[in-house]
């Protein structure tokens, strides 16, 4: 959408518009039972609505029979509906979570529940230096309505070999981008890397962890429980991501060319 702004500097004042993010809440429905609702980008909601139910373990991509997205006047429900006996199993572990879009724990009941075990990722993929700088370098190309706002995050997949991405998310959510794509990759990505344009949290690790994802590269800082979390996992975390150098803080034996 297009925004009117005043635009002042220093030699003067002039009219005119910007391209802004959209956000509006996101009901996730199972049975016409809301299990959560997420401040979060309408665009790629069928991603969303596939993405977010395996990452959080609700349900798998084959579990879900049909997704119906319903616009409503102040947003937008996925009406989920499950296979026989899943929604009765969901109902008894549901999170009744309402999210803000820069928190992906808040509405958890326990703290056993923000720091579940996660699941642990088994690969013997490596990948080249260059390899993650060819990365970076592309995936600005594909953030189009960033390009436009300069305020949404990014999550893609490159897969190992590639050339460039087969799947860019993007949202005001950094953890709804990392979602988004789950589902466009229909909840696995084992053979590529995993890039985010935002931090690293434990959430990201753990949703990374979900999707089967040997290699997460992200261009901002991780946090020490995400460093943590990423150990436990065997995932190979790198952070600081910038055109010209990044850290490797986890199993950094998948980096090849290192000495």
Not at 139 to 155: D, F, P, S, W
Not at 166 to 178: F, I, K, P, S
Not at 198 to 216: D, F, P
Request: glycine letters at 8%; hydrophobic letters at 45%; one cysteine or more.
């Amino acid at each position: 959408m297009k925004a009117s702004r005043l635009v002042v500097s220093r030699d003067g004042v002039a009219d005119g518009l910007r391209a802004i993010a959209e956000e509006m809440p996101v009901a996730f429905t199972y049975g016409r039972v809301t299990y959560a609702v997420m401040m979060a980008t309408p665009a790629d909601l069928e991603d969303f609505a596939y993405g977010f139910s395996f990452t959080e373990g609700v349900a798998r991509p084959d579990e879900i029979t049909e997704v119906e997205i319903v616009q409503h006047p102040k947003g937008v429900e996925l009406r989920m509906t499950l296979c026989d006996g899943r929604d009765v199993a969901m109902m008894n572990r549901r999170r009744k979570l309402a999210g803000p879009v820069g928190c992906g724990l808040c509405g958890v009941e326990s703290l056993e529940a923000a720091i579940a075990p996660v699941r642990h990722v088994d690969s013997d993929i490596t990948v080249g230096r260059d390899e993650i700088f060819a990365a970076l370098s592309r995936i600005g190309a594909h953030q189009t309505l960033n390009a436009q706002t300069r305020a949404v995050h990014g999550a893609g997949f490159w897969p190992l070999g590639a050339n460039d991405f087969t799947a860019v998310r993007e949202d005001v959510g950094r953890h709804n981008a990392l979602d988004k794509l789950c589902g466009a990759l229909d909840c696995e990505a084992p053979d590529g890397l995993v890039m985010l344009t935002s931090r690293v949290s434990i959430e990201m690790v753990q949703k990374s962890a979900a999707m089967n994802a040997a290699l997460v590269v992200a261009m901002s800082a991780p946090t020490a429980l995400a460093i943590a979390t990423a150990q436990e996992a065997g995932i190979t975390l790198v952070a600081v991501a910038r055109d010209d150098a990044f850290e490797v803080f986890t199993h950094k034996h998948r980096i090849r060319d290192l000495a």
